[in-house]
């Protein structure tokens, strides 16, 4: 019983016909190759919302910058994702780390968990200090595959939380079900 609003076409598409988990998408722009929609209607709609968890994704990581994206548009629909949400959860992998790109998005404090494949002791020490809890892909079940920086919002529903409000969600999707996700 999970509910998935994303702004990624192709997300939809993988969870469409998983068994508890209904899929909904934002309206927007389609931006090409990567199949996400953005624009006004998305960051509208996202910005709607109150949500539990926020999972995200990002293009670079940088310790004194902070987290940045490649394009504007996304920058503007995560930040309606992270005002959004009790907590923040940031999925990247370690080829992120120590690099900045065009979009500031937010700065590290601002996310409680990082999930990301292998960090250097140097980074994490930052991460922590900033009060950011690290959990490593090597510590997750099997269906935590790739980090990708796609963008959406995940939620059990009313009866299986007893919560009526959903999650934002910004995780590789699997063949596995995300009812499964330890999170």
């Not at 609003?5 to 909904?24: F, H, Y």
């Not at 490649?70 to 990247?92: C, F, L, P, Q, S």
């Not at 919560?163 to 596995?176: P, T």
């Amino acid at each position: 019983n999970i509910t998935v609003v994303t702004d990624d076409i192709k997300i939809a598409m993988e969870l469409s016909g998983k068994p508890n988990v209904t899929a909904i998408v934002c309206g927007g722009t389609l931006s090409d190759p990567v199949y996400t929609l953005t624009g006004n209607v998305a960051v509208d709609f996202f910005s709607r919302l109150h949500v539990n968890k926020t999972f995200l994704g990002c293009d670079a990581v940088d310790l004194d910058f902070g987290i940045s994206n490649r394009t504007y548009g996304e920058v503007d629909i995560k930040t309606a994702m992270i005002n959004a949400a009790d907590e923040i959860i940031m999925v990247t992998d370690d080829s992120k780390l120590d690099r900045k790109v065009f979009c500031y998005l937010c700065d590290i404090s601002a996310i409680n968990k990082l999930i990301i494949n292998q960090i250097d002791d140097r980074n994490r020490r930052g991460f922590i200090e900033k009060g950011v809890e690290i959990i490593t892909t090597e510590s997750l079940p099997t269906m935590c595959s790739c980090p990708t920086t796609s963008s959406s919002v995940v939620g059990r529903s009313r009866e299986a939380s007893g919560d009526s409000r959903s999650s934002v969600f910004d995780l590789a999707y699997s063949n596995k079900s995300i009812a499964d996700a330890p999170f």
